[in-house]
């Protein structure tokens, strides 16, 4: 495993001399003499330093006159539409699921060559082999784990209750590891969560736009959708809420992706974050946090979780390793606060305790610190990627394309111009091998047609690039539409 | 991996004819010299055949005569009495998962020594050295597994998929892999099958006695159970389903065991499994089965499932292998008939596909043939075991004791005599480090407080017996009650 090295700790130094500002478009960078005296650091050092800033897009080398800071087109993009503060009706709620999985399913009935509709990393990106090893460590330590039935705590394994619980305090949440239940997923600690405090019928408050996955889920319990209008910079709009709890007197929950939200990329200011806390407790409106991106950040200081807030147990937790450190485990975990005990009982009824090896597998990688690195790494990598994505719409897509840069994460949520229709591009892009999540994915309502959430998961290669140019292409092609 | 030898081909043999009656109690054995002769072995694989049976419990050694068949004092129990067919109220149906949960965290705090209150084969019957070895072929064979998300088709790996098809021909069920949607053990089936075809508040009848998880499940999910009385040695009663559908109209499911039912152990015979489910599908009223135990039967010919007479999809059918091969993986499935798009949409909503890991291990082992090899040795084991609890309880316990010998399986449900509690007795056994499942944990009425289950999945060692006999003196210590 390849630590960090001199090379890309200089180049970091420079990208940040570039995020701040202190060097801008047009720059020359210092030379790579000036370079060596000034961080003692030898020619391969510096030289490689640059390499890798040129590769990610930050610098150009020009022959002769050294390298300096690209002026970045993406800095040209506008930023995504703020929303209309208008509440779409809960009652229209119904058909997600059959929308979505057409969808889906359509999408995989055509051979795909570069797929951007997912919300994932590259299988490289995460430690195979890191995890294989703990496969191997659990079994040689417990030769005859699959004879025996669930783990020794009933709510999971306490090692790797122990492990998330330390976790946790990066978000400056305190727990304890019994107040832990491991999950299949944050999607099963989110159905937990929602089964725990509503009853079929109710209405739940959800972000605008949001998560597919958690539309299907309330659709598949009966629940009606109440859409939060968001955002894109600061997430879910405390106005709009405050609105919509006078319209709707009888909020039975509302679910909010705090850090990094699924599409926007947004991440709630710490006030806001406080201030709706606050908020949910006064009015006894139980909160469900979905902390999936929070380590996918890329801010110096960890972005903290609502429940870090959360005074009374009004706030549940739920968080998974899905996307940050093992796509094909299924582990995720709840915190329930107030509703602890009858999450406990609604996981046994559901699925009873989750299996045993991949926590002990895990636990022990934890353990090992070499998570932190991966996760570095992980950081590193996506925000490369995601630079590239961003540079190449902004170079490709037809003026007027509006963007937020998230501040970490999986993916970019890209407005087109003209009221151009996701739908159809879909359609468009899916002929061509290649696939898109459209913006109605992302609501009930309609308002997201003219959006789309691009992947920035994979490598950005050569094909990659020629899929991205042919989908602006495609875009353009569209029709535009009155708004 | 040891497979069957000669003598115990050798034992099974006269096993048979003790069995069909051929041989009788008190009868004489052949001499070792005549089954030398008679069956072409050695001295060695006669002798160790008989001492197979003694330590069985099937034959006693009597110095300078030679082995004879033991009058079992098992044969001298009455068969458990055939239930009233009174009805119990499903709306009465509250507070069963209360109950249960207390029962089992009572169980849980205090050491226990000999726990006779699972309904699981002790680790040592389990093929743990196989299965290691099926997860580090599929790392060997997939070194990237855990950084793809889900299986490579949505409802499961297509090897496991195809293995479960051709292991449910054995119970005479005909299905495409596609047919098979993989979940989180047959719990997760349960949950999604009742989920797709009931509302909560529907009337869903089940059997009684019944497997408290169920009873659990249909709490969680607001659903009112109707119990219907079951015959230990035939299962559910027709005569009186009918009856509970004159009275409630409204039946919206019923979920049977028909194989090896927990706690009973009865099997019902395939004139009573066809003409329910052409009840069923004549009223409409959806049939899931729970098929967690027919593998575990000991008869000639497998038991065939309900879902062998389902002609319109009418019979979901969930399944799971936590108790025939991997008590530690949580590996189920489910076909779901006319419900198939319905629960993969649950599934899919609920907890996504389940992790790939176990799927691909296990599918290289059922496709070895390992897996029917075990499966026998499981079987004979499992025998051995019931047929010396029993025999124990027909030595120890009270006069009056009522039990059958089901024809599989891994429990003994006991039925006291003279009305004693099986909920005083919980708790006198657990002082002394004894636990068992007492009646009342598997019905929502407290008809069953008279009886008890005992594990049968533990070797019968001498703890065990002691365990026993404790246990029969605490019986015998409990006051009689009015019946
Ligand atoms: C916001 C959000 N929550 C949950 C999930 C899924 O989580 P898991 O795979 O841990 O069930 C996703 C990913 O698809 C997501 O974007
Ligand atoms: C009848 C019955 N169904 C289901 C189960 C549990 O199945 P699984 O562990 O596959 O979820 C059990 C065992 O406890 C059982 O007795």
């Known amino acids: 495993m390849h630590t960090e090295n001199l090379y890309q700790q200089l180049a970091g130094h420079y990208l940040k001399a570039i995020d701040a500002g202190t060097l801008r478009s047009g720059d020359r960078m210092p030379s790579l003499r000036v370079m060596m005296e000034r961080h003692g650091v030898s020619l391969s050092t510096a030289l490689n330093a640059c390499r890798q800033l040129e590769q990610s897009g930050h610098l150009e080398a020009r022959p002769r006159s050294g390298y300096f800071v690209r002026s970045l087109r993406r800095s040209g993009l506008a930023p995504s539409t703020e929303p209309s503060q208008q509440l779409p009706d809960p009652a229209q ?44 460590r659990a079994l040689r330590q417990r030769p005859d784990l699959f004879g025996h039935a669930g783990p020794s705590t009933p709510n999971g394994e306490p090692a790797f209750r122990a492990a ?45 736009p949001t998560f597919f996955g958690l539309l299907q889920i309330l659709e598949s319990l009966g629940l009606k959708a109440l859409e939060i ?19 709707y007197r009888d909020i039975k929950a509302l679910v909010v992706v705090p850090n990094l939200q699924n599409p926007l990329g947004s991440t709630m200011p710490d006030a806001n974050k406080a201030a709706l806390v606050a908020w949910c407790a006064a009015r006894q409106i139980p909160l469900i946090e979905d902390d999936t991106y929070s380590a996918l950040s890329d801010s110096e200081a960890p972005q903290a979780a609502l429940k870090a807030w959360d005074q009374d147990g009004n706030v549940i937790h739920c968080a998974s390793l899905h996307k940050i450190l093992a796509p094909g485990m299924r582990l995720g975990w709840i915190a329930a606060g107030r509703w602890q005990a009858r999450v406990e009982m609604l996981k046994y009824a559901q699925s009873r305790s989750t299996e045993v090896l991949g926590q002990i597998a895990v636990a022990d990688y934890l353990d090992s610190g070499a998570f932190e690195r991966h996760l570095r790494r992980l950081r590193a990598s996506l925000r490369s990627q995601r630079e590239q994505v961003a540079e190449a719409v902004a170079h490709y897509f037809p003026a007027g394309t509006r963007l937020n840069l998230p501040n970490g994460g999986l993916a970019l949520w890209v407005e087109m111009p003209g009221q151009r229709s996701s739908e159809a591009l879909f359609h468009a892009a899916l002929k061509e091998g290649i696939r898109i999540a459209p913006g109605l994915m992302f609501s009930n309502s309609n308002r997201f047609n003219a959006y789309l959430r691009i992947s920035c998961g994979m490598p950005y290669t050569r094909e990659l690039e020629h899929a991205l140019r042919r989908l602006a292409a495609l875009v353009a092609a569209l029709p535009e539409q009155q708004a």
Not at 118 to 128: E, I, N, R, V, W
Not at 229 to 247: D, F, K, N, R, Y
């Open 164 to 208: 998330m619980a330390r976790q946790a305090l990066v978000s400056r949440i305190k727990l304890s590891p019994d107040e832990i239940i491991v999950t299949h997923g944050c999607i099963e600690a989110l159905n937990l969560a929602l089964r725990a405090v509503t009853q079929p019928g109710d209405v739940v408050a959800v972000e605008s």
């Open 93 to 136: 709620y119904v058909g997600i699921h059959e929308r979505v999985s057409a969808i889906i399913a359509q999408g995989q009935q055509r051979p795909v060559a570069v797929n951007l509709a997912g919300a994932c990393g590259a299988p490289a990106l995460y430690p195979s082999e890191a995890l294989k090893q703990g496969v191997l």
């Open 229 to 247: 209008p968001c955002s894109p910079q600061t997430g879910i709009s405390l106005e709009a809420l405050e609105l919509a709890a006078h319209t």
